[in-house]
T-cell receptor, first 113, second 112 residues
């Protein structure tokens, strides 16, 4: 099946700094990628839909200036958490769409101290 | 607004048992429904995808059914093994969008 990677898998940063997470589709091209957030013992919450070559579409309640998304190529989308705070600590998962199915990355654990 | 619920939230069974996980959704206008497995601290592994026109899908010991009219899906796991222990998530795709709406998950523990 199609493979999606994320980097880094785990990151610890200090409050006030920015963190970039990469999501790559390794063996297919994805015009659409998705970013999810998962709190402990909870389900996945869609944050935004990333479209190659255009602006991302954010879900209600998600701050676009806080979570910057760039989808510059057909195989790469990035999520930048700007001025991170402890409440941004979470598990971030991306997925890439191929045909009618989504393939998920392994996730990135962000801890803000 | 589509809401997806999974029951039970947690389940513990002895090895070898057959079990059923339930998923219900409020809006029957779905494009497809997908079952995923998530191991602790990991991403999602797709198990089965059922298109809206289908009634069930099978893969090995797994069988997923879909009843759109009643807004329900079940995941049947036959002869459970300790390696099946994980969180199982169902997700529906709304007809007009690419969005996947996830259920609340069932944490399964299979005891050896």
């Amino acid at each position: 099946g199609a493979v999606v990677s994320q980097h880094p898998s785990r990151v610890i940063c200090k409050s006030g700094t920015s963190v970039k997470i990469e999501c790559r589709s390794l063996d297919f091209q994805a015009t659409t990628m998705f970013w999810y957030r998962q709190f402990p013992k909870q389900s996945l919450m869609l944050m935004a839909t990333s479209n190659e070559g255009s602006k991302a579409t954010y879900e209600q309640g998600v701050e676009k200036d806080k979570f910057l998304i760039n989808h510059a190529s057909l195989t790469l989308s990035t999520l930048t958490v700007t001025s991170a705070h402890p409440e941004d600590s979470s598990f971030y998962i991306c997925s890439a769409k191929e045909d009618y199915e989504q393939y998920f990355g392994p996730g990135t654990r962000l801890t803000v101290t | 607004k589509q809401e997806v619920t999974q029951i039970p939230a947690a389940l513990s069974v002895p090895e070898g048992e057959n079990l059923v996980l339930n998923c219900s959704f409020t809006d029957s206008a779905i494009y497809n429904l997908q079952w995923f497995r998530q191991d602790p601290g990991k991403g999602l592994t797709s198990l089965l995808l059922i298109q809206s026109s289908q009634r069930e899908q099978t893969s090995g010991r797994l069988n997923a059914s879909l009843d759109k009219s009643s807004g329900r899906s079940t995941l049947y796991i036959a002869a459970s093994q300790p390696g099946d222990s994980a969180t199982y998530l169902c997700a529906v795709k709304a007809g007009a969008t690419n969005k996947l709406i996830f259920g609340t998950g069932t944490l399964l523990a299979v005891q050896p």
